[in-house]
């Protein structure tokens, strides 16, 4: 098992940045491969980015893509998300979740934060 915090979330206006971190306790951290979701209020939780546990691997949205980055520090347990640009529709909250053998799908996601919320106004 690993616990994860996720931190960094805020109120900006469209086109600012911000960046989001993720750090882990328990396990060992470079396992796991890591991802970051996010759930609008009335909308089903959906996927952000992705790295694998060496963090030579990452994968993103099409809704993000070219804007957001997602990295990894194993030897500091933790794992960010540089948000650029944002937009109005990047509000959400926030999840990094923690899986061997997760991708894309949250179902494949065991270990999950408490969120960090994210407000972008135009």
């Known amino acids: 098992q690993v616990q994860l915090v996720e931190s960094g979330g805020g109120s900006v206006q469209a086109g600012d940045s911000l960046r989001l971190s993720c750090a882990a306790s328990?396990?060992?951290?470079?396992?796991?491969?890591i991802g970051w979701f996010r759930q609008a209020p009335g909308k089903r939780r959906e996927f952000v980015a992705h790295?694998?546990?060496?963090?030579?691997?990452?994968y993103y949205s099409d809704s993000v893509k070219g804007r957001f980055t997602i990295s990894r520090d194993n030897a500091k347990n933790t794992v960010w998300l540089q948000m650029n640009s944002l937009k109005p529709e990047d509000t959400a909250v926030y999840y990094c979740?923690?899986?061997?053998?997760?991708?894309?799908?949250?179902?494949?996601?065991?270990?999950w934060g408490q969120g960090t919320q994210v407000t972008v106004s135009a």
């Open positions: 979740a923690a899986s061997e053998y997760g991708f894309t799908l949250p179902s494949g996601y065991l270990n």
């Open positions: 328990g396990r060992a951290f470079g396992t796991y491969n």
């Open positions: 790295i694998s546990m060496s963090g030579d691997n990452t």
